[in-house]
Each structure stands twice: as C-alpha cells, then as structure tokens.
C-alpha cells in the first residue's frame, strides 16, 4: 500500500495525514477476508495494490477490492 506505515507508527498519523496511512485497518480487513475465505468459503478479493482513498476514515477503514 503506497504510503502506508507499520502498525508501531500508526499513531503519527494525526500528525501527518497527507502523508502516512494507518496499516492496522487493512490487517483487520485482510484478516476478516481470509476467515471468509477459510471458515465461510467466500472468494478472496483480487490480489492489489491499495491506493491511498481520497476520503473516508483512514484510521478506521480499509476497503480491499471485491
């Protein structure tokens, strides 16, 4: 993910939002992708790149493509 930064940073990005992206959001995304994959045999979503959204809630969100 462009832009992104390690977990441990997470927290500066209050500091500088037009310049880092919080990771833990799309861990947790990535995450619960996979346990649909594995415990409710959904498909994956697509392997990508994830561009850096122009709005919505960084520090909260991450939507991985469908």
């Not at 990771?23 to 994956?44: H, I, K, T, Y």
């Amino acid at each position: 993910m462009p832009g992104a930064e390690h977990q441990v940073v997470d927290s500066l990005y209050a500091a500088y939002p037009d310049r880092l992206r919080p990771l833990l959001p799309c861990f947790r995304s990535a995450f619960e992708a996979m346990e649909d994959w594995v415990e409710r045999g959904q498909n994956p979503p697509p392997s990508a790149t994830l561009p850096r959204p122009s709005g919505g809630d960084l520090p909260n969100e991450c939507r991985l493509g469908t």
